[in-house]
């Protein structure tokens, strides 16, 4: 259906997007707009216009998506890709002429939009993703891989085979001698511990709040031990980023102990999303740059001996989670916030605005 709601929307959707639209708009009315074969937004409920009224750009579709007033179609990735200019483009934010909002009011106000502001999502300003998400939500995105690392893609499209050649360098990497002990932070269902201590015979404590039962040799902990000396730190899940904590883990190892961690990073003239800070890190601290990371380590002791670059393997694997997550129910907020971020954090490790960094260091 042509005519409707959607038709009423075209001329500011064009204003805003540009002609053609590099999307298609299906409105609650049924009608659509849009080029054929482009990735579709469903705009459920009048309300959703009614946040963009109150907050055009980002805060606004991410309220409304959040919430469910409006969908998306199809790979949620190619449809946040296609609607780049909305977002962000080159990291500015949208900027709106006046004769853009009169636009977006005149609109609203012909499709019975206009009202006073919906509240935000309960998703928002909380304690952010990485502190409010339980160990089914994260099985999901792993699907039957088990593992929340980073996969190493190289001759491979399967990201359980990922997740399994990523452990197998890692592993390889390490090459610790019989009896180490090993600290893992963000250790998940301890599949690296596991293999640490099945092939390397790895005294390992894994630092998890997933009911697991560990096999011989690995050892379960809620939290991170106030005290020990270990012989290595492994933080290879970017669940819970360490550039926090790092004086913290540099006084449990032991002098000329190891820590390998893998620590996502933003670009240097990288602009935070009001997506980031207001859904996925909460109360915690914004992503270092490497500088700034490698600096943070330098002065409690760490010396980097190693850095790598996995951003490509990164943004892969992000996508992967996306995709398990969009292939099952996604009707609760939280759901659709781990969604969404993991698609805009897939599209800005493509663009080279966020990365991943392995690095190798020693206590000195």
């Not at 005519?3 to 049924?30: I, N, Q």
């Not at 909002?101 to 499709?111: D, F, G, H, N, S």
């Not at 089914?136 to 399994?164: D, I, K, N, S, V």
């Amino acid at each position: 259906m042509v005519d409707g709601a959607a038709s009423r929307l075209e001329p500011l959707l064009v204003r805003l997007l540009g002609d053609p639209l590099p999307v298609r708009v299906r409105a609650w009315d049924g009608s659509e707009i849009g080029s054929p074969g482009a990735p579709v937004f469903v705009v459920r409920d009048r309300r959703a216009l009614r946040r963009l009224l109150w907050k055009p750009g980002e805060i606004g579709l991410v309220r409304a998506y959040v919430t469910g007033e409006l969908d998306i179609e199809g790979d949620v990735c190619a449809a946040l890709g296609a609607l780049q200019r909305v977002l962000r483009h080159d990291d500015e934010a949208i900027r709106l002429s006046g004769d853009d909002k009169r636009e977006i009011v005149r609109t609203a106000v012909m499709l019975g939009a206009v009202g006073p502001e919906p509240k935000a999502p309960p998703e928002e300003g909380g304690r952010g993703l990485l502190a409010e998400t339980p160990e089914e939500l994260y099985a999901r995105m792993a699907g039957g891989a088990r593992a929340l690392g980073t996969g190493h893609w190289a001759g491979t499209a399967e990201p359980a085979e990922a997740q399994r050649a990523g452990e197998e360098r890692l592993a390889a990497r390490l090459a610790l001698k019989p009896g180490a002990s090993v600290l893992e932070l963000n250790a998940g269902w301890a599949s690296f511990a596991t293999r640490l201590a099945r092939e390397q015979g790895a005294l390992v404590t894994a630092v998890t709040s997933f009911d697991v039962v560990p096999p011989e040799g690995v050892r379960a902990v809620p939290d991170v031990p106030a005290e020990g000396e270990y012989d290595v730190v492994v933080a290879l899940a970017g669940v819970l980023p360490l550039h926090g904590v790092v004086d913290r883990v540099a006084g449990l190892l032991r002098p000329g102990g190891r820590l390998l961690v893998r620590q996502p990073v933003h670009r240097q003239d990288a602009v935070q999303r009001p997506f980031t800070s207001d859904y996925v890190l909460g109360s915690q601290e914004e992503l270092p740059t490497l500088g700034s990371f490698i600096e943070a380590l330098d002065a409690v002791g760490l010396e980097v001996c190693r850095a790598e670059a996995l951003r490509e393997d990164y943004a892969r694997t992000l996508r992967a989670w996306a995709a398990a997550l969009q292939d099952g129910p996604r009707e609760d907020g939280l759901t659709r916030t781990w969604l969404l971020h993991l698609a805009t954090a897939a599209l800005a490790a493509e663009a080279g605005r966020i990365g991943l960094y392995e690095l190798d260091a020693v206590l000195r």
